[in-house]
């Protein structure tokens, strides 16, 4: 609270008891006198003589009683302890008060402190502005000039951003039709979507099995998960075992394998190897009979032999969790009925948006991007030029020039971006792998690479006449050291370099 107005209270409460004082006095004085001509003597009145009765008057006042008298005297003492009570307080009011002067006095003399301290800083405060514009170069008025010429640039940035989104906005408005094209060609689409797995399970007849899998001092499973590149899980889970892999194909294989050598009974390295390369010739023929359902489906009848193979192999890959035929059939019936509903060819539309990422298969092998691989397959393949430029242009690498690729962005588009048909997580899990076994296949004298353990081991075999045990040490160590700078990833990663050389003799 502000000194001064305290110090106005106390005189205001102080002069209250004053006033207070003085009618106490008063009413003490009027009780006092009174009582003085009730209780005194008359004059001429001689102790122990009694006077001879008279009649009183008729107006004379009536004697006081001693009951009335104890209660004057009470009364008289309540005043003088009230009167005491109060003096006490005025002491300590005139003591407050002096104590009152002293902190507004004190407070004083902060003040005058405060100023001369705000003027330091003050004096400060132009000393250091000084120096900024001494090292700086720049006066304040310049700093001040170039702040608003910073200011006003921004200003300017953010008008023209919002120019651009009011354009795009307007544009947005003006499509109306295009929107009620796509939805109605959407809503009359249903395609199911299945959510792919890095595990397969293998079935086992009893848990007996899963020694032989494991065989004598793990010989059996470790050349399983060499020769195949998976990885085999096997824990508490009665009559069954895990396969794990990014790869669909290599999983998918190595499934087989297992289920044969399992149903077989007959389970070690020169069987596992027997059986593994019949298994890759079965799934090579079921890719062809995954590619000639989907060609049903789609009613194409004169596609390129050649390319079954390789169409009926994207069965088994992912794009950020969406299984690639399946979107590439998905696509093929959006694009038919958006061309239907613009007037445009239907069976053109349906095979370019059929046929767009058909290059996934061979990203791995070919380089480039998938659109231009996919490209150059079909033109080698005989597929109609505005085909090639549709698969090609899809994503926009060289400009799209017919109304076919356009369309084929768009289906596109609406398959991998309606809710539940991609996960990016789970892509971007597989290109950190396939990124993993690209670094270590760079290296000269590599054979085969598998990424094992969900990404936290690449093991790599080498070919022993290439490559001798001094250099199987360096290529391990520029692997990791490649991993380290190119990868972001958690935890460590284990670089296994495998040189195995066989002798075989025959004799007769």
């Not at 499934?255 to 070690?268: F, K, N, P, S, Y």
């Amino acid at each position: 609270m502000d000194p001064t107005v305290l110090l106005t209270v106390l005189v205001v409460v102080l002069a209250l008891v004053t006033v207070a004082l003085v009618a106490l006095f008063v009413l003490v004085l009027r009780g006092g006198t009174a009582s003085g001509r009730s209780g005194g003597q008359r004059p001429g009145a001689r102790r122990g003589h009694k006077a001879p009765r008279r009649p009183a008057p008729a107006d004379a006042p009536a004697p006081v009683s001693a009951a009335e008298q104890e209660e004057l005297r009470s009364r008289r003492q309540a005043v003088d302890r009230r009167e005491e009570l109060l003096a006490e307080r005025e002491d300590r009011l005139n003591r407050y008060l002096e104590e009152m002067h002293t902190r507004e006095a004190h407070l004083d003399q902060i003040a005058a402190g405060l100023d001369d301290r705000e003027a330091q800083l003050d004096e400060a405060e132009r000393e250091r502005v000084d120096a900024l514009a001494e090292v700086a170069g720049l006066s304040p008025e310049d700093a001040r000039a170039e702040l608003m010429a910073h200011v006003e640039k921004d200003s300017r940035l953010h008008a023209a951003q919002l120019t651009r989104e009011i354009e795009s906005e307007a544009r947005r408005s003006a499509d109306t039709t295009a929107r009620q094209i796509i939805v109605t060609s959407i809503q009359r689409l249903a395609a199911e979507q299945t959510t792919e797995s890095v595990v397969a399970t293998v079935a086992l007849p009893g848990d007996d099995m899963k020694g032989r899998i494991i065989g004598r001092e793990g010989r059996n499973i470790r050349a399983f998960e060499q020769i195949t590149g998976v990885n085999v899980l096997i824990d508490d889970t009665p009559e069954s075992v895990l396969l794990s892999c990014f790869d669909p194909v290599r999983r998918e294989t190595a499934r087989l394998t297992l289920t044969e050598l399992v149903a077989d009974g007959r389970i070690h390295p020169a069987r596992i190897e027997e059986v593994h390369e019949r298994s890759k010739l079965r799934v090579d023929e079921l890719c062809v009979r995954a590619a000639e359902d989907a060609l049903i489906e789609m009613g194409i009848t004169d596609l390129a032999p050649g390319l079954l193979p390789i169409l009926g192999s994207l069965q088994y890959r992912t794009s950020y969790g969406q299984n690639v035929l399946r979107h590439l059939v998905e696509c093929g019936h959006i694009a038919a009925l958006l061309a239907g509903e613009l007037g445009l060819d239907i069976e053109t539309c349906r095979r370019a948006a059929f046929l767009h990422d058909i290059g996934k298969a061979l990203t791995h092998e070919a380089e480039g991007s998938h659109a231009k691989v996919g490209a150059d397959l079909a033109r080698r393949h005989g597929e109609h030029p505005d085909i090639v430029h549709a698969i090609e242009a899809h994503h926009n690498e060289v400009e799209p020039r017919t109304v076919e690729a356009v369309l084929t962005q768009a289906a596109d588009a609406i398959s991998g971006s309606r809710p539940g048909a991609r996960r990016e997580s789970l892509e971007m899990y597989v290109k950190r792998l396939q990124r993993l076994e690209g670094i270590a296949k760079e290296h000269s004298g590599v054979d085969k690479v598998f990424a094992m353990q969900a990404g936290r081991e690449v093991r790599v075999m080498v070919a022993p006449e290439l490559v001798n045990d001094a250099e199987s040490q360096v290529i391990a160590r520029d692997i990791a050291k490649r991993v380290e700078e190119e990868l972001t990833y958690p935890g460590s990663i284990k670089v296994t370099v495998v040189r195995e050389s066989r002798a075989v003799a025959l004799a007769k």
